[in-house]
Structure formats: C-alpha cells, structure tokens
C-alpha cells in the first residue's frame, strides 16, 4: 500500500503565501509523476500544477508565476509554494502521484485526502 499525506493548508489573507507539502509512504519502488489539484465548493476538480521525476513543471494558466511546484525525491515528498494568493484559490487540494510499488511491483496512480486552503480577510 502507497499513501500520500498533505500538510500546510490553512487561512491566509490576499496577496499572502503558503507552501503546501505532500509526502508519499509504503512500499515504493519509485515515483513517476507527481501534481496537485484542487478543487473549490461547486466546481469540478482542476490541475494546478505537476512535476515529472526528471524535474519538468506543468502550470495551470491561473497560477503560473504564483505557484511553484518542486520536489524532494529523497524523501518521496512534493511541495507547492503558493504566493500572491487570490480568495479564487479557496480550494481542497489534492496530491496525485505515480507510483511503481515494491511488493508487488505494479503500477499504482495514488491520491491523498486533500488539504483545504481558505484565503479571504
């Protein structure tokens, strides 16, 4: 079993910033793709932002130059540093990863339970 556990959420006001955290556990051979989605009161879930193991970064439009994606493959851990935050960013956010698993070895696409982000003053 493979499980991703986000961290950092919380209230902030406009124009401030968070980083959000999100690190992979269990059997884990190794870690393809990693991103994180949100997803806001009534509307459908949306990719912010993902990181390939080689390190390339796909943006959503609304985020790019606010939001940066990076990872820590030593710790199996994806982090997203958000700044300038907008109360349009209020959202659950979600990590998502690509996981070859151990035992056994397989192919696995592994959500987290989210972390809500809440900006508004």
């Known amino acids: 079993q493979v499980q991703l556990v986000e961290s950092g959420g919380g209230l902030v006001q406009p124009g401030g910033s968070l980083r959000l955290s999100c690190a992979a556990s269990?059997?884990?051979?190794?870690?393809?793709?990693m991103g994180w989605y949100r997803q806001a009161p009534g509307k459908q879930r949306e990719l912010v932002a993902t990181?390939?193991?080689?390190?390339?970064?796909n943006y959503a439009d609304s985020v790019k130059g606010r939001f940066t994606i990076s990872r820590d493959n030593a710790k199996n851990t994806v982090y997203l540093r958000m700044n300038s935050l907008k109360p349009e960013d209020t959202a659950v956010y979600v990590c998502?990863?690509?996981?070859?698993?151990?035992?056994?070895?397989?192919?696995?696409?592994?959500w987290g339970q989210g972390t809500l982000v809440t900006v508004s003053s």
């Open positions: 998502n990863a690509g996981v070859m698993t151990a035992t056994p070895y397989r192919y696995l696409e592994v």
């Open positions: 269990g059997s884990i051979f190794s870690i393809n793709a």
């Open positions: 990181i390939t193991g080689g390190g390339s970064t």
